[in-house]
């Protein structure tokens, strides 16, 4: 005899728990900033899956703080699965007993929070993800039962506006709602006819106006005037050796100097090597300001954005043909998609790190502060999935002579992976190490496993000042670590390399130093940059960037 | 506390260029540095003083400065380099700028 | 370096000391006192550890526009903060000294010598003020700087040129607002207090300087311009700092009387007029007093080109 099982206890719960806050949320599901706490106490249980909406960018930073209030008698331990913790009330929360157990993508300013509550027993690491990763488990085993996000606007009925920032919205809300959890949006204002419907209010329970607008980080925004000459050599040894050699179209930046050094030496050292039209055309990353003057040249056809950036909401929307606008003519970021583009449909994934070990691995990792993946994994690897092909990844994929010891005779492609270094970091820190501080991090915060950026076997290329290490050409580990040694400087690491050695790597076209590659060191001046302030960026969007005040220089 | 001063010679094993006037390049911004290259009789060797703040980095200087003189093929010079904290990869730009500004 | 045909386009933001120094001046015609050949470090950041440079930060010598003999002195920012000290203030003074001397010269050897054949100062600030490591001796500098500014009036015209990324600031901003003519690009800053010493001292609600659109409001060369603590306000180019020069080259010495700021009993009382107009107004904002000036809308004439900025702008009427 089957025994009766009930299917819908979630749905259940869910209309106890909101029939429970029935008193706080009103028409068009309207709830006074005043209420929060209490709207908070009624629909959160002890134990819950909750996510604080917030990646490195906006924040659902009332919500937060609304949640630091709550009574601890009645809600306690909380999991929190959620993208990023850079505010300080997401670890105030674990500090008070709020919260318990934490599952994210990115640490922020508050990695060394989230070391030291680690260590101190404070709080109880699931695991550090990526973000495409953990928006995954979203849907499998880390799914929300109460979802705090925030967004521009709502109108009178709750549908929401994202905008410009949608960011991580979607998915969070689509996990969230149709496992009959719980959606609580925080908004800047509540207006009667939004610009278009980003979510719809069928999956949102309660909507507040916040009493200030959402914090957003302008992360994204590398001021020019920063830029050193060295960035600019590693970025024309880049341009000249990876660029044009493999004629590479679609490429995510990452966040640092030497990307933003490349974007704006695209007019000109990249005009010189005859790449417009041949490279950068499909992109993947935010609307860096530092993309200005080459979207204004004519070089890229498509950028699609995981979110906003201060500053750009004009510039954005009067390139229509560029960037993903909605019919309302606002940009529509969205993490999820991005990121899914960025590991998918990438050639290239080019960035900076902190260290490398002989090996390859990459990281940036210090000994002190668990500061987690983002998105870079996902983008920094050869995506096993990807069947369709591209010139400049069929190309990598030719070059490595490994390919035959593991598929045999099969032809196949590999994404570029490029990391740019200088040999000694501040402080004449060397950059190239026998062992990453991952492992003293590993250690001090008690993780299962030392937490890479960017694995050895996924790095086809390293870039310092001494030149090109071609990793994608090397036959086996042996050859890599030469290859590694060969570039890697004035470094304790760098010394061990051979001269003999590192002279067949030249003749081999493994290791390409400028001169090899005929890169004029010389030339590698702030000239070489088509803007060099925050004002020359202005200038060249004719007025349509209009800069946080914090980054102003006239 | 005082600044630490280091005072050595390089030479190259065939040494073919050298500066004909004395060229000076750089502004001792934090971490970067300027050098003053001289003519110097000094049988084919270059002659090397550096004055900087930071201490304990002396065989870095004689490597980095010994492989420029290498690969300029640079003889009978005079290198003077005051120096705020800059890395190898600086110094041998800076190096390498300033040599460019002599030939110039 | 750039070669002084690239430097006339160059950012004069972006150059250096040396640069905006032999720029400013005709091709090939500047000649430099005390440069790094001559080796004068400052024994004072010696003693303490800190690192020196061969010229101390302060580039200074002669050239000419046209038949205009000039005397240059130029900071450097990059180096300490563009920080005066003992040996860079010395040779400020001394530069300014050789300066007057040779007007002296041509006064009274050459009587009929054409205005442009005189000779005046360009002074390139990029400073924060006193260098604090060697501070009576930077201070002194200040006190001299000044004298002989007092001793070059009527004789020297003494122009004051701010653009770089460091601004003009503390001690140095007095002996800017001192000198005859000023002139700004944007991207300049003129004040005493720093922005970091007012929030330092008046707190982040009362000043942010992280707020950099309000730092440059308060002290950017659009809103000197406006206020007239500047007279003029080019492009950031060496080349056109170089152009105003030369154009003030040619006027006689006796027509910097009227671009001065402090000097005279009917300065004074300008000055004065001022300081009643912001008790009276009371404003927040610099905003306030670019409308009060007549500018409807001060946020938009902030950010649009400087061509359209000069062609609209209204300043201050006191």
């Known amino acids: ?554 | 506390m005082a600044l630490n001063t280091l005072e050595f010679e390089c030479k190259c094993a065939a040494p073919a260029a050298a500066v004909t006037a004395p060229v000076h390049f750089g502004v001792v911004g934090s971490g970067d540095l300027e050098v003053l290259m001289t003519p110097a009789k000094a049988g084919g060797a270059v002659k090397v003083k550096v004055v900087t703040p930071v201490t304990g980095f002396d065989a870095l200087w004689q490597r980095v400065l010994a492989a420029f003189v290498e690969s300029a093929k640079l003889g009978d010079v005079a290198i003077e380099i005051n120096d705020n904290n800059a890395t190898p990869a600086v110094v041998t730009l800076r190096l390498r700028q300033a040599l460019a500004e002599a030939a110039a | 370096m750039s070669k002084w045909s690239t430097l006339q386009d160059r950012s004069f933001l972006e150059s250096n000391a040396r640069e905006r120094a032999i720029g400013i001046v005709d091709e090939g015609t500047f000649t430099e006192f005390a440069g790094p050949l001559d080796r004068r470090t400052s024994p004072h950041l010696e003693t303490l550890g800190e690192a020196v440079e061969f010229d101390d930060g302060i580039v200074t010598g002669v050239g000419k526009i046209g038949k205009t003999p000039v005397f240059v002195i130029s900071q450097e920012g990059r180096f300490i903060g563009g920080s005066v000290g003992e040996v860079g203030g010395a040779k400020m003074v001394a530069t300014l000294k050789t300066a007057i001397a040779l007007a002296d010269r041509i006064a009274k050897e050459f009587p009929k010598a054409a205005d442009d054949e005189k000779p005046v100062v360009a002074i390139s600030f990029e400073t924060g003020g006193v260098r604090l490591h060697e501070a009576n001796a930077g201070l002194l500098a200040h006190a001299e700087v000044m004298d002989q500014f007092q001793r070059a009036r009527g004789k020297v015209p003494v122009i004051t040129l701010i653009g770089s990324k460091v601004g003009c600031f503390g001690g140095m901003g007095f002996v800017a607002a001192a000198t005859d003519a000023i002139v700004m690009s944007e991207f300049g800053r003129l004040g005493l207090t720093g922005p970091e010493v007012i929030e330092q001292e008046m707190g982040k609600d009362e000043f942010d300087s992280a707020d950099r659109a309000l730092v440059y409001r308060t002290t950017g060369g659009r809103h000197k311009y406006v206020m007239g603590d500047c007279n003029f306000i080019v492009a950031d180019t060496v080349g056109a700092f170089r152009a105003q020069v030369a154009e003030l080259a040619k006027l006689p010495v006796s027509a910097f009387e009227a671009m001065r700021r402090i000097g005279s009993a009917a300065l004074v009382e300008k000055q004065l007029k001022g300081v009643a107009l912001a008790a009276e107004m009371q404003p927040k904002d610099a905003r306030d007093v670019w409308k009060h000036a007549g500018n409807a809308d001060p946020v938009a004439l902030a950010n649009v080109p400087l061509d359209a900025f000069k062609a609209t702008v209204k300043r201050l009427a006191l």
């Open chain 1, 1 to 554: 005899m089957k025994t009766q099982r009930k299917w819908d206890t979630l749905a259940t719960d869910t209309a106890e728990r909101l029939a429970a806050a029935g008193q706080f949320i009103g028409a068009g599901k309207r709830v006074e900033a005043k209420d929060v706490v209490a709207l908070l106490e009624a629909v959160i249980r002890p134990g819950d899956r909750v996510n604080i909406e917030g990646n490195n960018q906006k924040q659902a930073d009332f919500l937060a703080d609304c949640l630091l209030k709550v009574d601890k008698g009645k809600i306690h331990d909380l999991h929190m699965v959620q993208s990023a913790v850079p505010l300080p009330a997401h670890l105030d929360l674990f500090e008070q007993g709020i919260a318990k157990k934490l599952d994210f993508a990115f640490g922020g300013p508050q990695a060394g929070r989230v070391a030291k509550f680690i260590r101190e027993g404070k709080l109880e690491l699931g695991a550090i993800h990526t973000y495409l990763e953990l928006f995954a488990r979203y849907f499998l085993d880390l799914t929300p039962r109460v979802s705090l996000i925030c967004a521009f606007e709502a109108d009178r009925e709750g549908n929401l506006y994202t905008g410009f920032n949608t960011e991580d919205t979607p998915v969070i809300v689509e996990a969230t709602k149709f496992r009959q959890g719980i959606v609580i949006a925080q908004v800047n204002k509540i207006v009667d006819k939004l610009p278009r419907v980003d979510i719809p209010a069928g999956w949102i329970d309660a909507v507040v106006e916040s009493p200030r607008p959402f914090f957003v980080e302008p992360l994204f925004t590398r001021d020019p005037a920063l830029i050193t000459d060295n960035q600019i050599l590693l970025g024309m040894l880049c341009l000249k050796g990876i660029y044009a050699e493999y004629g590479v179209q679609r490429i995510n930046h990452g966040i640092g100097f030497l990307t933003s050094a490349i974007e704006l030496m695209l007019p000109t050292y990249g005009e010189e090597l005859g790449l417009k039209g041949k490279a950068c055309t499909h992109m993947i990353l935010n609307p860096h300001p530092t993309m200005i003057p080459a979207i204004e040249e004519g070089w890229v056809d498509t950028i699609h954005c995981f979110g906003g950036e201060l500053g750009m909401e004009k510039y954005v929307a009067a390139r229509p043909d560029v960037f993903f606008v909605g019919p309302d003519g606002t940009l529509r970021s969205n993490r999820a998609f991005a990121q899914t583009a960025g590991h998918y449909a990438l050639d290239m994934f080019i960035g900076g790190t902190l260290q490398i070990d002989p090996y390859g691995n990459s990281s940036t990792a210090t000994a002190n502060r668990v500061a987690g993946f983002g998105g870079a994994p996902n983008m920094g690897c050869d995506a096993k999935g990807r069947r369709h092909v591209s010139g400049s990844w069929l190309k990598c994929g030719q070059e490595l002579p490994s390919m035959p010891e593991q598929i045999g005779t099969m032809p196949r492609g590999k994404r570029l992976v490029v990391q740019g270094i200088e040999t000694f970091g501040e402080g004449r820190e060397p950059a190239f190490v026998e062992e990453l501080d991952a492992w003293q991090l590993a250690k001090n915060a008690k993780l299962d496993l030392p937490p890479v950026m960017i694995y050895g076997d996924d790095v086809t290329h390293i870039v310092t000042e001494e030149g090109i290490a071609y990793l994608s050409r090397c036959k086996d580990m042996d050859a890599r670590m030469a290859a590694i040694r060969a570039v890697a400087g004035y470094t304790p690491l760098g010394l061990k390399a051979k001269a003999d050695e590192t002279r067949a790597l030249r003749d081999a076209k493994i290791v390409m130093t400028p001169e090899d590659l005929g890169v004029d060191r010389d030339r590698a001046t702030r000239d070489m940059l088509a803007a060099k302030n925050i004002r020359d960026l202005v200038t060249w969007s004719g007025g349509l960037y209009e800069p946080p005040a914090r980054f102003r220089n006239w």
